[in-house]
């Protein structure tokens, strides 16, 4: 299990950015509040909350199985918890709670721990933690990888109990990501300066693939169109898949482009572009490219210190 502070497993995990955004909070010298529109897995949030660079934290996802995960992590842990204890992985669990899912799809009610469960479950032992993919090992598991490989219980427990510590920091919505970025706004009027946004949207190329809730081209537009009216008035930093499209639609924050190379499912090795407003310009310092290398972590050992060019 990677050494993350999010339970939750997603392709390009936001995680490893956070000593980057560390230093970029460091160089403004007024950064105390991140807020994330699409919360995801929250990695980097986490991070800079956990380690104390941030003291609030301010989450936000439409998809009503992670808003349901969240809420239950620092809202009522314990039965989650209980679930997680006593479930054995299974590729008959795995069907289950994934036909789960669908009924909620369909507008068949559940328990809110039921949702974050079963969602938590195909997370935690799907492929790449890709909820609309397989099971690891496959439906007959005959991967060298078992359905199990990613289902630790204590250290998963673990993890939970940590999060919940810091439930006092944080707040959570089930928001529009325009509806949750203007009420920000709003909310922050005469204090602009402390916030930061930390956007993470939804994969260009293949997010269909990905994601129960994705973006079509023009939800993608609307986002730069957003931005792009806030560019100088707010800190923003964005993060996406590389292709032609986004770099055309961010052309007017293309200076600040950057890169990070990843894989999804140990194979292919991806690359991201990371564009950032020009309201984070105003303290000295350029952000320029950004090469962020990671080797794999071997079994018995920690994964090395990401190496940062700036």
């Known amino acids: 299990m990677s050494f993350t502070n999010s339970p939750l497993r997603f392709p390009g995990g936001k995680h490893k950015y956070w000593r980057y955004i560390d230093t970029i909070i460091k160089k403004d010298g007024n950064i105390n509040t991140i807020v994330e529109p699409f919360a995801g897995g929250c990695g980097l949030g986490l991070a800079l909350l956990k380690n104390k660079i941030i003291n609030k934290l301010y989450i936000n996802d439409k998809d009503v199985f992670i808003h349901a995960l969240w809420d ?13 204890k006593h479930i054995v992985p299974s590729v008959d669990n795995f069907i289950k709670y994934k036909r789960r899912l669908s009924d909620v799809q369909n507008g068949i009610e559940f328990p809110n721990v039921e949702i974050a469960f079963s969602f938590f479950y195909i997370n935690r032992t799907s492929r790449s933690g890709i909820v609309k993919g397989g099971p690891i090992g496959g439906k007959d598991q005959s991967g060298d990888w078992k359905i199990n490989a990613r289902w630790n219980e204590m250290a998963l427990v673990k993890k939970i109990n940590t999060l919940n510590q810091l439930r006092d920091n944080i707040q959570l919505f089930n928001l529009d990501y325009k509806l949750f970025i203007n009420k920000m706004i709003d909310d922050y009027k005469t204090d602009f300066g402390s916030l930061m946004f930390f956007i993470d949207p939804p994969y260009y190329k293949i997010g269909k693939k990905l994601y129960l809730q994705f973006f079509i081209e023009n939800d ?12 100088y008035s ?54 320029g490219y950004i090469e962020i290398k990671e080797k794999r972590r071997r079994r018995q050992n920690h994964k090395p210190m990401a190496q940062y060019v700036i």
């Not at 993608?220 to 560019?231: D, G």
């Open 220 to 231: 993608h537009i609307e986002l730069a169109e957003l931005l792009e009216k806030i560019n």
């Open 234 to 287: 707010h800190k923003w930093v964005l993060t996406y898949d590389e292709s032609e499209f986004i770099k055309d639609l961010y052309k007017f924050s293309k200076r600040n482009e950057g890169g990070i190379s990843y894989t999804i499912g140990g194979r292919n090795t991806k690359k991201e572009l990371i564009y950032f407003s020009d309201r984070l310009r105003s303290k000295p310092g350029k952000h």
């Open 72 to 84: 239950q992590i620092f809202n009522d842990p314990s039965e989650l918890i209980y679930k997680i």
